[in-house]
């Protein structure tokens, strides 16, 4: 939209949105800031007053997350697993969403929706059977079996989020290619690939947060502590936590946690501008 | 030598040989635990653990700390086909999970015919006598405890004292004066996370023992005609609940309390009394302003109700031993070692657990509480308060919704009654 | 209109791990509904259709099921009406409008149990903070217990909304900021103001990725679980927050409850199942419409 006017009325109708928005993020911020400075607090400070600030920067507690559990390996884990998977799954699914989401074909419709119910199955269900087959393949205890499992729970919501952003693409781009002599699979390598870069980055990240502390599937499908990821790093500190009551160490593991997504997200929303603005001035 | 005797000694060394490969072959086993990475008691297995395989160097056992989710790993190993040879879980979840599948070793003739690791009885004899009743499940003894956790009522006695309370209440009048004393003083008598849904069943299960006797509650709750609710022992015990309530001697918003807050509350000195398992310390001692002095007393008991004072409740943590497993004895072998004199010191000093077995001292922070298990009466019941580990289903559906509808002062004691009565009547014709 | 079948090549990798390693394994899972297992035995008992007329009568059921519909219907209104209007002000051309979205959304990447403590502090009736600032401006009759049995799902909806904006601003902004400029020129040109531009150039053009939202939005809220069960330090969600979701894992795998039904725990999933299908196939009806081209 064109930048704001500067009226008088635009002028107060300006301030509103801006006091609105303000108050909102400094509330989330504030959430955000009392995590973080709880992690620095001792537990005694904690109970002693739950709002107040820390005493002094105790790094103890990240000392002791860092080293309770291996989260360095966890770390490196996570990374590999996630990145993977979210390779495989873009390069899988964006594919398939070109397909459902462009043509009308016989079935189409059916795709569509047995995509969609996928998404309604809870993946706690599928535990049990996915656990046998994996064990059939021999790649229990692996993150190569744990990727795989990744990859195929995200396909439903991957295949239907890519879907609905390559549907509202413009098609001019793709019938000049096609007039062209580009055969229809050039066409989406060449174009309609590199268009669907907003929504490939919004599903990537969407992806990333949920597999970097998904546990549930890590809990079952890894057994050998090198091969932990660093969500099972986290439920286990929290779940020691809740039993020694070590609140302030919580909030020290999971800000570690929280991190690289945080970073990802803002990374990475800086490609999505760009991204975008490349994607509407060409053609 | 003749040719028979060659012979004979060849095949004699042979078996001489073979005989010693199977001494020595090796054997791996694997632990799956409840425990995380992190708390002391993992600490203390996994130093048990260690050490056994260090003194046995055929044997090799893999911990698997899955933290208290373990019971779906559990359900995918087992279905999966590699099930664990230990499953340490509570005892009431092992029996309606794998136990009552029958996937579980009887330990009761392991248990009474083995040598404990470090002292000179047999491991049944190391507990107090009748310990093993209430975990005994269609006859058979699943789990062998290594932890327990008595409920009690607990105090900061430099409170009580800075008050003016000189002697721990033992009848539920006394009770009732020392709370209207806390609460003239401005403090809250009672602390509680009303949050949890157990937390406020204990009152009342606790009071139903107290007046109907010892593991009354649990005869009315498994009595399929219902009939047993109409005992006015019950219809009594839900009126005092709400005595208290009424009276204000919950501390002020208590429904509202999502665990830790009513512990933090109760350890910063807002509320006077907390009625919890001796987990709770632990999960405080490093958070406690200076000057706090643990106490307990053991729940009071009610004038004309056939419960005795010092009828404990317990509820205990231990390992058992799958069917499935490669070697039981070998398993026995570490397992009894958890339940020795060495291991159980550890875990009453460290982890601040109270042992299972008899020749243990407790920790000092314990002090009232080893003066009460000396004056126990009879064997304990294993709810410590509610049958949230003998009949879970009926627990969620029916108790714990009730009692905290009664807790908040939703319904009345008397439709309180009704409505239990009504509902267990329905789930046991539904369960056929 | 498929002009030559080589295109569906691009679907087949994704089609068969679907339906290999997920679709079968689901109606898999499915059967067992039929069934009354603990998931520990080997043999499932079979019942037919016995559990789910037991579910016909089963108190906890149905309330569970009046709670996700709250969730479904009260939450969805409210995070779709704070999505749009953050969409709204951040299209306006607000400055700073990646930090205003990186903050707004940040709840999504914490870990449950973290916001849950955090607003479980908030709300504390005797040490939180709402209470603290009401009785410091003297409004101590105004104070509540927040997480009580009464107020608690509309506690825990607040902070629901307040995680979930931020999610679907994502999604609505990425499918905003495709928009040409030229078309809002032309708005401009025929002299619409900011709102008319928003409702008449915004919102149709990314009417797929709206459909998209309700749809995410249907399944999110049907399937909430872990942030719900966080609500009471971890050990046992109150029962005024037990949705469908909540009531089959604790059916299905208890957490310290004994319970073990992962027949009749499959049960509840299959009418989530049902009430997913159901709602989608409701929503994608009502807003379809010929895509529009640009």
């Excluded at chain 1, 890894?222 to 929290?238: A, C, P, V």
């Excluded at chain 3, 310290?256 to 999933?269: D, S, W």
Aim: proline share 4%.
């Amino acid at each position: 939209m064109p930048a704001l006017m500067y009226s008088k009325k635009d002028r107060f109708k300006t301030a509103i949105i801006y006091i609105f928005l303000i108050l909102w993020t400094a509330f989330s911020a504030f959430s955000l800031a009392w995590i973080i400075t709880t992690s620095f607090k001792t537990n005694k400070e904690l109970y002693a007053g739950v709002w107040s600030l820390p005493k002094g920067l105790n790094i103890a507690n990240y000392v002791k997350a860092w080293n309770v559990v291996n989260l360095k390996r966890y770390f490196l884990n996570s990374v590999g697993v996630t990145f993977v998977s979210i390779v495989v799954l873009i390069f899988l699914c964006t594919p398939a969403a070109y397909v459902v989401g462009r043509f009308k074909f016989r079935g189409s419709r059916f795709l569509n929706n047995l995509f969609i119910a996928g998404m309604g199955i809870p993946y706690q269900l599928l535990l049990i059977p996915l656990y046998r087959l994996i064990i059939g393949f021999r790649l229990n205890d692996s993150l190569f079996g744990l990727g795989l499992i990744y990859v195929t729970l995200s396909i439903p919501f991957n295949v239907f989020l890519l879907s609905g952003f390559i549907r509202s693409l413009p098609s001019e781009l793709e019938d000049a290619a096609m007039i062209d002599g580009c055969s229809e699979i050039t066409t989406f390598w060449r174009i309609m690939f590199p268009l669907s870069q907003p929504g490939i980055v919004t599903s990537a990240i969407l992806n990333f947060i949920f597999l970097w502390n998904e546990y549930m599937l890590a809990l079952v499908f890894l057994t050998n502590d090198k091969r932990r990821t660093i969500s099972l790093g986290l439920y286990s500190i929290q779940a020691a936590m809740q039993y020694t009551a070590d609140w302030t160490g919580l909030f020290a593991a999971v800000v570690i946690v929280m991190l690289p997504t945080v970073l990802i997200y803002v990374v990475l929303s800086e490609r999505i501008m760009a991204g975008i603005t490349l994607g509407a001035v060409k053609g | 030598m003749g040719r028979i005797q060659r012979t004979l000694l060849i095949v004699l060394l042979v078996l001489l040989a073979a005989a010693m490969g199977f001494a020595q072959s090796p054997v791996k086993l694997v632990y799956l635990s409840k425990w995380n990475t992190g708390e002391k008691t993992q600490e203390i297995i996994n130093d048990a653990i260690n050490e056994y395989m260090k003194d046995n160097p055929n044997v090799t056992i893999e911990p698997i700390w899955a933290g208290r989710e373990a019971n779906v790993k559990l359900m995918a190993m087992v279905n999966g086909g590699t099930p664990p040879d230990f499953y340490d879980e509570d005892p009431a979840l092992i029996e309606n999970s794998v136990g009552k599948s029958g996937l579980m070793v009887d330990l009761t003739p392991l248990l009474k015919n083995t040598k404990a690791w470090d002292q000179d009885k047999k491991v049944w004899d190391c507990f107090s006598k009748g310990f093993f009743e209430p975990w005994t499940y269609r006859g058979q003894v699943n789990c062998m405890p290594i932890q327990q956790y008595l409920t009690v009522v607990w105090y900061n006695k430099t409170m009580f004292k800075t008050l003016g309370i000189t002697k721990t209440p033992d009848t539920w009048p006394q009770f009732l004066d020392v709370c209207e004393k806390i609460k003239k003083a401005g403090i809250a008598p009672i602390g509680l996370d009303g949050g949890v849904d157990f937390y406020n069943l204990y009152y009342f299960s606790h009071l139903a023992d107290r007046i109907t006797g010892m593991n009354g509650l649990k005869k009315a709750i498994y009595d399929k005609s219902g009939n047993s609710w109409d005992d006015p022992g019950f219809l009594k015990a839900a009126t005092l609940v709400r005595e208290m309530r009424d009276k204000g001697y919950f501390i002020k918003g208590f429904e509202g309390y999502q665990f830790p807050a009513g512990q933090i509350d109760w350890a910063q000195g807002k509320a006077a009394m907390l009625l919890i398992h001796t987990y709770m310390p632990i999960e405080v001692k490093d958070n406690l302003p200076d000057g706090f002095v643990f106490g307990s007393f053991p729940f009071p008991s009610v004038p004309g109700g056939k419960g005795k004072q010092y009828d404990l409740t317990s509820i205990v943590g231990g390992v058992g031993i799958m069917k499935t497993t490669k070697d039981v004895n070998v398993a026995f072998d570490f397992m009894k070692r958890l339940a020795s004199k060495k291991v159980q010191t550890r875990f009453a000093q460290e982890a601040l657990n109270v042992p299972v077995i008899v020749d243990v001292a407790l920790p000092d922070i314990f002090a009232d509480l080893a003066a009460i298990m000396k004056k126990q009466t009879g064997t304990f019941t294993d709810y410590s308060g509610g049958p949230g580990q003998f009949e879970p289903e009926f627990a969620q559906a029916i108790m714990y919704p009730l009692v905290d509808q009664l807790m908040f002062g939703k319904i009345s004691p008397a439709d309180f009654i009704k409505q239990v009565k009504t509902k267990a009547v329905d789930y046991w014709k539904k369960k056929g | 209109m498929l002009r030559r079948k080589r295109i569906l090549v691009l679907l087949v990798p994704a089609l068969v791990l679907y339906l290999a390693l997920f679709l079968f394994p689901a109606v898999q899972s499915l059967w067992v509904s039929l069934h009354e297992w603990t998931g520990f035995t080997a043999k499932m008992k079979w019942v037919g259709l016995a559990n789910y007329r037991e579910l016909l009568h089963d108190e906890l059921f149905w309330m569970s099921l009046l709670t996700t519909l709250k969730v479904l219907f009260i939450g969805g209104v409210l995070i779709f009406f704070f999505a749009f209007l953050f969409t709204f002000f951040l299209q306006a051309g607000v400055r700073g409008r990646k930090f205003f979205r990186a903050v707004i959304f940040y709840p999504n990447v914490v870990a449950p149990i973290a916001l849950a403590t955090f607003w479980g502090f908030l709300y504390n009736p005797r040490f939180g903070l709402i209470n603290g600032l009401l009785r410091s401006l003297g409004l101590e009759s105004l104070t509540q217990t927040w997480t009580g049995p009464d107020l608690i799902f509309g506690s825990v909806l607040v902070s629901l909304v307040w995680t979930y904006v931020g999610f679907f601003l994502v999604i609505f902004s990425s499918g905003a900021d495709k928009i040409p400029e030229d078309y809002y020129d032309a708005a401009k040109i025929a002299g619409a103001n900011r709102l008319q531009m928003f409702f008449h150039v915004t919102i149709p053009l990314t009417w797929d990725v709206l459909m998209v939202a309700v749809v995410l939005w249907i399944i999110t809220a049907i399937k909430l679980f872990e942030f719900l069960f966080a609500f009471s330090g971890g050990i046992a969600a109150p029962k005024p927050l037990w949705t469908n979701a909540v009531y089959m894992f604790v059916l299905s795998f208890g957490k310290r409850v004994a319970i073990f039904r992962l027949g009749y725990g499959t049960t509840v999933a299959v009418t989530m199942l049902v009430l997913i299908i159901a709602f989608t196939g409701a929503a994608r009806f009502a807003m379809r419409r010929e895509r529009v081209e640009f």
